[in-house]
């Protein structure tokens, strides 16, 4: 079987075709045949070796987190799939290998695919809707009436942070490019502003939540747009960040891991249609190692670009 996948940590040009062998499946886990898999930036910045510290130094290592496919087998204490299912989820990151024919992952770290959803938008759920659900719904604590800015509404967590924030009742402001414009207004954001608008950023003391999808807003600059008891929500901690942030009670941290045991639920929301995944992309695996390149230096889609088996 085919999978993406390095030698040595780096940079794009690392990446390559390779066969592999799937271990035998564990009494909960089940493997699964990928039909759809998203790429997301924890996908190269792991290959760059953002993590290394945690994911060592045994290679190859396999690309790839978010998947959606179809149920080859089961281990015996799986409960939650069966067979046939059609299943979308996220391998563990110390293990990835996503951008693959096939998987195998942790009955845990799956859930139904909503039969509304295709392939690819199911694979495109769980990272970012996961982070978005810490960062919106466990730090922001989104509730009627909560005025919440996101700087970054229109990517992949942006977005869905918006969709999660609005069925909650909160108002959202925020900031996107010129691109995404129509989109994030369309989902509900207002006022919207540009991210090079520095009116975006001065209006002290109105918010009951700053969440910074980029890691571009200055935790100071965010602080300062705070109510009294509002709190900045980062998903991007550099050692900077963390130590300006750590010294404030305000400053929260959202990573997708924490949500793992939301995907049924998120899976019920996108059912719904209150969570919407966007495809921008949707090109063929044989094409993985170009558009995995692109995507990482810099090519804008409005929405996410997803790999088809
Ligand atoms: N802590 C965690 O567990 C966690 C989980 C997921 C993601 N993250 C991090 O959060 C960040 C956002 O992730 P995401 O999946 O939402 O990413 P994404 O879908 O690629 O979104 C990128 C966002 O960046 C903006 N952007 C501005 N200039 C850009 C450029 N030159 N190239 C690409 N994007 C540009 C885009 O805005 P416009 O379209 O309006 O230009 C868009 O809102 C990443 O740094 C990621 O590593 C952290």
């Known amino acids: 079987m085919k999978r993406v996948q390095y030698d040595r940590y780096g940079g794009p040009e690392k990446m390559y075709f390779g066969e592999y062998e799937l271990p035998e499946i564990g009494e909960n886990e089940v493997r699964v045949s990928v039909k759809a898999a998203a790429i997301n930036p924890f996908d190269w910045k792991l290959r760059q070796g953002a993590m290394k510290l945690v994911t060592g130094r045994r290679f190859p290592k396999a690309m790839g987190t978010d998947f959606a496919g179809i149920v080859q087998a089961t281990g015996s204490n799986v409960g939650n799939v069966s067979v046939g299912d059609e299943v979308f989820g996220t391998v563990d990151f110390k293990k990835s290998g996503a951008f693959a024919e096939e998987v195998v992952v942790e009955a845990s770290h799956l859930a139904k695919k909503p039969p509304q959803l295709s392939f690819a938008e199911a694979a495109s759920l769980p ?47 925020g900031t996107c490019g ?16 540009d991210y090079s608008d520095s009116q975006a950023y001065a209006r002290p003391g109105s918010y009951d939540a700053v969440f910074d999808t980029l890691g571009t807003l200055d935790v100071g600059r965010g602080f300062s747009m705070l109510n009294p008891g509002g709190v900045f929500v980062d998903i991007n901690p550099t050692p900077v960040r963390l130590l300006r942030g750590m010294l404030s009670r305000r400053y929260k941290l959202a990573f997708a891991t924490m949500g793992i045991k939301r995907l049924p639920e998120i899976a019920a929301l996108a059912g719904s249609g209150t969570l919407r995944p966007a495809i921008g992309l949707e090109a063929p695996f044989t094409d993985a190692l170009s558009v995995i390149a692109d995507t990482e230096t810099g090519r804008r889609t409005s929405g996410k670009t997803v790999l088809a088996f």
Do not use: E, Y
């Open 127 to 173: 990272i970012a809707a996961m982070t978005a659900w810490v960062a919106i719904i466990d730090r922001a604590k989104a509730r009627p009436g909560a005025r919440i800015f996101i700087n970054g509404c229109s990517g992949a967590v942006g977005a869905f942070a918006v969709q999660l924030a609005i069925s909650r009742g909160a108002v959202v402001t």
């Open 178 to 193: 010129p691109a995404s414009r129509d989109h994030a207004r369309a989902a509900g954001v207002d006022p919207l502003f």
